[in-house]
Every structure is written in C-alpha cells, then in structure tokens.
C-alpha cells in the first residue's frame, strides 16, 4: 500500500474505533490518523499471531484489522491513563 493509502485507511481506522471507544471528542483529525496508523500495526501484529495474513488481503481487510488494532490501543491507552470512556 502506499503512503496515501495508510493515512486514508488510518484515517477510518481511527475513527471508528475513537466512536467505539467513545472518545472522538477528545481527538482530533491528526490523532485519529496515527491511532489508526498504530492500530493497524498492532492490530497486523495480533493478526499474524494467529496465523493470518495482515499483507495483501485488500483494503477492506486492513481496515477491519486497523480498526481492531486501533480499538485495542485505545483500551490499552485508557487503562493506563486511568481514564474511563463516557458513551452518551
């Protein structure tokens, strides 16, 4: 994927899982693209644990897997910030 293609996709990503989280007021564009970015590492490295593979299956599959990965982070981040999102 090219540079362009990782910011879009990180982009969604981090989206997605910042409105799961219940945490998109508090992040900005910038933000979200590097959760999601972050994300679909993680989210790539978990993947590849259980025998899938994060390279290659189409856009759609590096979406689902950033934004997985970016849900993830974003828990983990919360638990150490001892932070609690608030869903309205």
């Given at each position: 994927m090219?540079?362009?293609a990782w910011i879009?996709?990180?982009?969604l990503?981090?989206?997605i899982a910042s409105k799961l989280m219940g945490t998109?007021?508090?992040?900005?564009l910038l933000l979200n693209i590097l959760?999601?970015?972050?994300?679909?590492l993680l989210g790539g490295w978990i993947l590849s644990l259980f025998g899938?593979?994060?390279m290659g299956d189409g856009w759609i599959?590096?979406?689902?897997?950033?934004t997985f990965g970016a849900v993830v982070l974003l828990f983990l981040v919360g638990l150490?910030?001892?932070?609690?999102?608030?869903?309205?």
């Open positions: 090219t540079l362009i879009i996709i990180g982009g990503a981090g989206w998109d007021a508090q992040q900005g959760v999601g970015i972050g994300g679909g899938g593979n994060p599959v590096s979406l689902v897997t950033a150490a910030t001892g932070r609690r999102s608030i869903r309205a």
